[in-house]
């Protein structure tokens, strides 16, 4: 009876396509949600030779970013329809909310070029009384002269 079992011989190879499979569906997936997760709010940011944001500084979070349209209409990057505008009330609240919760969240203004800069100062201060310990200002970068 034992001369009637054959010994099956052990596999030396690795069968890849299955981790190649699941590496093209993630691949997929990051491809379709990376466009969504860019924020819709059109704004014309002023250039400024300002150095980049530290990214020690936003620790791996996404900082709450106010933005300030031409018209001076506010949108916040937090809730499910970030390209809806909001009341100063409505940023208030969240904004508070969001840092109650996380109090050293990075809190940055992205304003309009176009827009009075006391909308930009009444943005500021919609934010510090919402419990913001420091504010900052998005801006593109100069233009490279260098050519």
């Given at each position: ?70 018209n001076g209409r506010y949108f916040l990057n937090i809730g499910s329809q970030p390209e809806r505008a909001l009341d100063e ?37 919609i934010l510090q009384k919402a419990g913001a310990k420091k504010v900052g200002f998005l801006t593109d970068p100069l233009p490279?002269?260098?050519?």
């Open positions: 009876m034992a001369e009637g079992r054959r010994r099956r011989r052990l596999m030396g190879e690795i069968n890849v396509v299955p981790y190649i499979d699941v590496m093209l569906v993630l691949l997929i997936i990051f491809m379709v949600t990376a466009p969504l997760l860019t924020q819709g709010v059109k704004v014309d940011l002023p250039k400024a030779g300002a150095e980049p944001l530290d990214v020690k500084l936003l620790r791996g979070e996404q900082p709450l970013v106010l933005s300030i349209d031409r009330a409505t940023v208030a609240a969240r904004a508070a909310a969001m840092l109650r919760r996380a109090p050293d969240l990075p809190v940055l203004v992205k304003g309009d070029r176009r827009v009075a800069y006391g909308r930009v100062v009444e943005a500021m201060v490279d002269r260098r050519v």
